[in-house]
């Protein structure tokens, strides 16, 4: 059974750096065409792509906020860490990680709520 | 930036058919693009209905399809229910860069 659970801190101040924790479960990182994504929802909006991280390491951003984002992985320890600089209220979101096999978004973790304030 | 349009919302009555739609400001969507759509009820994650244009997961009801249709990737629910009630979002790549559209509530009435 895949189970991908979002960690991190609910609240973060502006300029601050907020660092999201993936720990998944179920799967491994390792297979061809395996990643993770992170993708996130501010309160009443719609779904924004931010990010992407393959089995062999290989990284895509969103354009708008390519700048602010990294993504990495420790495939070990099974788990994908993202990390986005200068937050500001606007970045405010439940912040979902996911499965992605080949170009399916199977599974995705309950979401975690960070709010910038 | 590319930009993913959907229907902003849609009225169905129960038993009825629908279609939602996804247009990419780049031209037409295609096989290509790997349209995705899934369905999101309120307070919960979205769950995934259809992937690669049409192809659906094994707990996806028969009644929802994916298709391209005049330039546009399409979901087409046929048989409506009223737990279909929800928003629905679809999903563009660009190359291995991902673009959602705006989501569409569909509300069974």
């Known amino acids: 059974q895949v189970t991908l659970r979002e960690s991190g801190p609910a609240l973060v101040k502006p300029t601050q750096t907020l660092t999201l924790t993936c720990t998944f479960s179920g799967f491994s990182l390792v297979p061809s065409g395996t990643s993770v994504t992170w993708i996130r929802q501010p309160p009443g909006k719609a779904l924004e792509w931010l990010a992407r991280?393959?089995?062999?390491?290989?990284?895509y951003y969103t354009t708008s906020l390519k700048t602010r984002l990294t993504i990495s992985k420790d495939t070990s320890k099974n788990l994908v860490v993202l990390r986005m600089t200068t937050m500001d209220p606007v970045d405010t979101a439940t912040y979902y990680c996911t499965r992605v096999q080949e170009s399916r978004i199977e599974n995705w973790g309950q979401g975690t709520v960070v709010t910038v304030s | 930036q590319t930009v993913v349009t959907q229907e902003p919302s849609l009225t169905v009555s129960p038993g009825g058919t629908v279609t939602l739609t996804c247009a990419s400001t780049t031209g037409a969507v295609t096989t290509g693009s790997f349209p995705n759509w899934f369905q999101q009820r309120p307070g919960q994650a979205p769950r995934p209905l259809i992937y690669?244009?049409?192809n659906k997961y094994s707990w996806t009801p028969a009644r929802f399809s994916g298709s391209l249709l005049g330039g546009k990737a399409a979901l087409t629910l046929s048989g409506v229910q009223p737990e279909d009630e929800a928003d629905y979002y679809c999903l563009l790549y660009y190359g291995a860069e991902g673009v959602f559209g705006g989501g569409t509530k569909l509300t069974v009435l």
């Open positions: 991280i393959d089995w062999n390491g290989d990284k």
């Open positions: 690669s244009t049409y």
